[in-house]
């Protein structure tokens, strides 16, 4: 398939279930469909609410919904300055080969320049090594100085509850 009529654009509410779908897509391949648990009322709330938590680009092919990147801004004390942090990428099968991908990231890239960004992050799963060569076809580079950590569920419910004192709102 050629890649040549790819329009990549901002993701619009009526983008939210061609987005999900595509996220339990995403989950099959990473071996994690058992984890989503989104569903289009959480998303299109996560979005597109009052308080957005995050953003998406979708590309699209032949008015086909063919990948979609997701992210959200990050920010570093030591640049002082924003960045953006990359949850998914992703790039249906039927789509890949094409550069869409690479178009997806551009898009993020440039995004990141206009709004000062001091970097573009994302993780990947160690396991995955065509999205790592990929990646580092493009000139990123492996953080391991650092482990990343994460709190679910029961653990992050207990250490909110360790302290009974809720903090104010952002």
Known sequence: MQATAVEIKPATAADVAALLAM???????????DQVVATEDSLQRALF?????ASAVVAWVAGDPAGYALFFYNFSTFLAKP???LEDLFVRPAFRGTAIGK??????AKLAVDRDCGRLEWAVLDWNLPARRFYEALGAEANSAWINY??????????????????EPP
């Not at 994460?150 to 809720?166: F, Q, V, Y």
């Open 49 to 53: 609410g009052p308080l957005p938590a």
């Open 83 to 85: 960045g953006l942090y």
């Open 103 to 108: 178009k997806l990231l551009v898009y993020l």
């Open 150 to 167: 994460r709190l679910t569920d029961g653990p992050l419910r207990r250490l909110a509850a360790s302290d009974r004192a809720a903090p």
């Open 23 to 33: 996220i339990r897509e995403l989950a099959v391949y990473e071996k994690l469909e």
